[in-house]
Structures are given as C-alpha cells and as structure tokens.
C-alpha cells in the first residue's frame, strides 16, 4: 500500500517538473526560433528580388548601384565618377531600393 503511493505521488512529481519544461520550450520557439525564420524569409524575398539599377546598402553601410546579378554574387557600383565596381556576395546587401519605385525593402 505504502509503495503504491509512492509510485503515485512520484508520477505526480514527474508531471510538475515536465510541465514547466514543455512551457518553456514552447516560449523558446515562438520568441527565438519563429521570428528567425521569418526573418529569413524576408531576406530571401529580397535578394531574390533584386534587379540591375536597383540601389544597394550593403552591411558594412556602403551605398551602390547593382550593375551585374549572377547566381551568388552581384556587382556594386560605388561613387559618383562610377569607377569604383566591386563584386560581393548576395549576403553583403543590408537594403534595397528599386530604381523604378523609390521603395525601400529592410
């Protein structure tokens, strides 16, 4: 008899300490995991949608033109004489902003 409540209350004990776990867990998700996921849905968009003559920020703040798009690179154009053409990755783009539309994508 002794025994049998031990086995219940050490079930019951079991359950209280998953439970916090489980919530815990959940809030981790929906606070760390789902919001970087989206984030990087929305960059993908982006870069995906990115066109010749758009303009650029990269991430080290450099403002440019696109002037050529491959497969993972593109070429920036930098200044005012457009000499300065640098090629960098697609992730280096921070921002864009279409040429025709004036908007700018974060």
């Known amino acids: 008899m002794f025994l ?3 086995s219940a209350s050490g079930t019951g004990a079991m359950a209280s300490l998953l439970i916090p ?3 815990f867990f959940v809030l981790m998700y929906f606070m760390i995991m789902r919001p970087q996921k989206k984030e ?3 960059v993908s968009s982006m870069l995906s949608s990115m066109e010749v003559g758009d303009s650029v920020v990269t991430t080290s703040g450099f403002y440019g ?3 050529d798009i491959t497969e993972e690179d593109v070429i920036v154009e930098f200044g005012n004489n457009k000499n300065c053409r640098i090629p960098m990755r697609k992730a280096a783009i921070a921002e864009v902003e279409k040429a025709s539309d004036g908007i ?3």
């Open 4 to 6: 049998a409540q031990a």
């Open 65 to 67: 033109t696109l002037i």
């Open 104 to 106: 700018v994508e974060k």
């Open 40 to 42: 990087q849905q929305r």
């Open 21 to 23: 776990l489980v919530i």
